[in-house]
């Protein structure tokens, strides 16, 4: 249920009177910082849409409630992208739109990471956006405001809202630690990992390689102790330095998911916000096909 989610009020309140109206489609822009619960709100409202044993709101217990969690439910499908939602994916989300639904209730399409759609992609997917099918409904999750206001401007928005340290029953150093991401801390307290154990930024290529191999959060943690390590010490460090950083992240994963996440969380822990707008630039390119190996010692020298 909607009140079993321990955050966002006004937003729960906001979703279930949109399910008491029965509307027979619909578009909703749900947009937040990184690390607030879009998905989880996204799945909510995904259920309360198709649940039938809880009216106006889901159960959580049901079939179609417990299918939905799982991924398995055909009429609710996640369509995402790490480089961005292309074209083709467009293409083929707006056959399914158009065909009739599986279980006889309502479709949902949940968009992640729409900030990041490629621009022919965008214009694709306002064609379908705008006038939802009967019984069809898209829900756009987002980081950022950024994004085509032609899409901001037909869907519904509803802003979702970190949780608190107190709501996350953890504490203010481990919250910020995690810059407030649900997702993180969830795992982190679920580990025995020691934050305030330091790893050297020396050892960060390292730590992605085990991370990808895996996947373990005391891996991804020890990835953000070598970054703040680095972001500690960046001022005293000479430029070969810094460039045999960067070299150590382009051999821990060639991935440019990685690179960026971890662009971003290095922009968040500096202090020289002179430099936000040109760093925010630099990691913005990884959207196109620019050297990432270059990419980064640029990122790198320039922080």
Not at 52 to 81: A, H, M, Q, T, W
Not at 113 to 135: H, M, Q, S, T
């Amino acid at each position: 249920m909607f009140d079993d989610i321990k955050s966002n009020e006004e937003a729960k309140n906001f979703l279930k009177n949109e399910i008491k109206m029965e509307k027979k489609s619909g578009t909703y822009l749900f947009y937040g910082e990184r690390g607030s619960e879009l998905m989880e709100f996204s799945l909510a409202f995904a259920k309360g849409l198709n649940c039938s044993e809880e009216p106006f709101d889901f159960c959580g217990k049901c079939d179609v409630c417990l299918r939905i969690d799982s991924g398995n439910y055909p009429d609710v499908e996640i369509v995402e992208d790490p480089t961005g939602i292309k074209i083709s994916q467009v293409r083929e989300l707006i056959y399914k739109a158009s065909s009739s639904s599986y279980e006889g209730r309502k479709k949902v399409f949940i968009l992640k990471d729409v900030e990041n759609l490629r621009v022919e992609a965008a214009n694709a997917l306002l064609k379908i956006i705008e006038e939802p099918g009967e019984g069809t409904f898209f829900i756009l999750n987002s980081h950022s405001l950024n994004i085509i206001p032609t899409i901001i401007s037909r869907s519904t928005a509803v802003h979702i809202k970190k949780k608190t340290p107190e709501e996350m029953d953890v504490t203010k150093e481990e919250y910020e630690f995690f810059f407030g991401d649900v997702g993180q801390i969830e795992k982190y307290k679920k580990s025995n990992t020691d934050l305030s154990r330091p790893v050297p930024y020396t050892e960060i290529g390292l730590h992605i390689k085990n991370y990808i191999k895996d996947g373990e959060t005391e891996s991804k943690i020890n990835i953000q102790k070598s970054l703040r390590d680095f972001m500690r010490n960046r001022k005293f460090l000479e430029n070969i330095e810094k460039i045999y950083f960067a070299e150590e992240i382009y051999r821990g994963s060639r991935e440019r998911s990685i690179a960026e996440n971890i662009m971003y969380e290095s922009i968040l822990l500096n202090d020289d916000l002179s430099k936000t707008e040109k760093l925010l630039y630099i990691k913005g390119m990884l959207r196109f096909p620019v050297n990432l190996q270059m990419a980064l010692k640029i990122f790198f020298m320039e922080i």
